[in-house]
């Protein structure tokens, strides 16, 4: 079945720092993938998606390229802040058929910026 | 635009009672997904309402059951409760046949 797979927490890092968090996946079919971001207390929020190979998912700074050939879908930024502190999380979404999708995601990788 | 909302936000229950959780779907939507977050761990798709229906299923128990109403609201329902059943639950919404899902804020679920 298909699955992802986080680099495993937390993630400490100062303020303007580089972040990757690595996300690879397995997958029967040719899913769309999507990084989830969670505040303390909070749902998820939509931070990305990528819906193809080489496609470039982009936002708040944030980046993840879909790499078909490794399957992974890495995120990157290039400088953290502290309101970046949160819970990360990588997800794919297979198609069921009848137009119907299913999000499978990965354990999540908690981020801890320090000013 | 109002988002995705739920209700309650938090709720204690015991063992072997039932619970009842809500959810609105972000307007224009017509496609509720359910998902279970244990602590630290990735959200768990329970099930998807489309048309009033139960389109897909995950691996839960029939203990777990839904319902989608005609203004495409939800509700999750779980019988016999156990305490490994405490978790978040998260309601996503999405448009028909469009793969990306909208996420509401969670209610925490708590089993004593």
């Known amino acids: 079945g298909d699955s992802v797979t986080q680099m495993e927490g937390p993630v400490t890092l100062s303020e303007e720092a580089f972040l990757t968090i690595n996300c690879t996946y397995t997958?029967?079919?040719?899913?769309?993938l999507f990084w989830y971001v969670q505040y303390p207390g909070e749902g998820l929020q939509l931070l990305l998606k990528a819906t193809k190979a080489d496609d470039k998912g982009s936002n708040k700074g944030f980046e993840a390229t879909y790499r078909k050939e490794t399957t992974s879908f890495h995120l990157e930024k290039g400088s953290v802040q502290v309101s970046d502190s949160a819970v990360y999380f990588c997800a794919l979404s297979d198609p069921l058929g009848a137009g119907s999708y299913q999000l499978t995601f990965g354990k999540g990788t908690k981020l801890s910026v320090i000013p | 635009d109002a988002g995705v909302t739920q209700s309650p936000t938090h709720l204690i229950k015991t063992r072997g009672q039932q619970v009842t959780l809500r959810c609105s779907p972000k307007?224009?939507?017509?496609?509720v997904s359910w998902y279970q977050q244990a602590l630290g761990q990735g959200p768990q798709f329970i099930f998807q309402?489309?048309?009033?229906?139960?389109?897909q299923r995950g691996n839960f128990p029939d203990r777990f059951s839904g319902h989608q109403f005609p203004n495409y609201s939800s509700e999750l329902n779980v019988n016999a409760l156990l305490l490994g059943d405490s978790a978040l639950y998260l309601c996503a919404s999405s448009l028909g046949n469009q793969e990306t899902q909208y996420f509401g804020p969670g209610t925490r679920l708590l089993v004593l």
């Open positions: 997958a029967t079919g040719y899913p769309s």
């Open positions: 307007s224009g939507h017509d496609t």
């Open positions: 309402y489309y048309e009033e229906e139960e389109r």
